[in-house]
């Protein structure tokens, strides 16, 4: 089945640096590849996502690209801001599956002010 | 708000007892997905239905099981409960089968502490 890795576990970055969070997956038939953020004691909430027809999507600060052949995707965050602190979980679902998500292990993001 | 409704919020029982986790769906959304996060893990996939009927099943226990009413509500039970049972449980629904073409909606979760 899907196995999707994800890295940092960890990121602490300064306000208005850009952040950067990969994650590959094992499916090569995956085509859907969503990003969900998790505030503390929240529930995770889809900030973006990217389908396997497009290698790159933006949504204002937050950006998503994704190399098929190398079989990663990563989220980029620029002029981070201390709100985009949270818990950010990668997770790819594959063409014929009976639709669920598998999820990275998040990377929980600081930003410092 | 997602329009994904759980209860209850929080849930104290004791080891060996059982308990009923409870999930209505967004409006319109005819799949619900159960999903375990312990604390400091990911989101674990337990199991999915659809219209009713079981779909996908992951990492859920033999201890565990879950339906789907007809009104579409969904149940999560969960018996015979340890402690490492202790974790947030979350509902998630989506308009079809799957979730590529209708994204996935959390609920807020139930925290169930096992003592």
């Known amino acids: 089945g899907e196995n999707v890795e994800q890295h940092p576990s960890t990121l602490s970055v300064q306000e208005g640096d850009s952040a950067v969070i990969k994650c590959t997956y094992s499916?090569?038939?995956?085509?859907?590849f969503p990003w969900y953020k998790q505030e503390l004691g929240k529930r995770p909430q889809l900030i973006i996502d990217?389908?396997?027809?497009?290698g790159e999507k933006k949504d204002q600060r937050i950006a998503v690209t994704l190399n098929k052949t190398a079989k990663h995707f990563s989220l980029h965050i620029t002029e981070t801001q201390p709100e985009d602190s949270a818990v950010y979980f990668c997770?790819?679902?594959?063409?014929?599956?009976?639709?669920?998500?598998?999820f990275g292990k998040g990377t929980k993001l600081s930003v410092k002010p | 708000d997602s329009g994904v409704t759980q209860t209850p919020k929080h849930l104290i029982t004791a080891t060996g007892q059982r308990v009923t986790l409870r999930c209505s769906p967004r409006?319109?959304?005819?799949?619900v997905y159960w999903y375990q996060q312990s604390l400091d893990q990911g989101l674990q996939f337990l199991i999915q239905?659809?219209?009713?009927?079981?779909?996908a099943k992951g990492n859920i226990l033999e201890r565990f099981s879950a339906q789907q009413f007809p009104d579409l509500h969904s149940e999560l039970n969960l018996s015979s409960l340890e402690l490492g049972d202790s974790a947030l449980y979350f509902c998630a629904s989506s308009t079809g089968q799957g979730v590529r073409n209708s994204p996935l909606h959390f609920g807020n979760g139930t925290r169930l502490t096992v003592t």
């Open positions: 239905y659809y219209n009713g009927e079981e779909r």
């Open positions: 997770a790819a679902i594959a063409e014929g599956s009976q639709g669920n998500l598998i």
């Open positions: 409006s319109g959304d005819l799949s």
């Open positions: 990217i389908r396997s027809n497009v």
């Open positions: 499916d090569s038939a995956s085509n859907y």
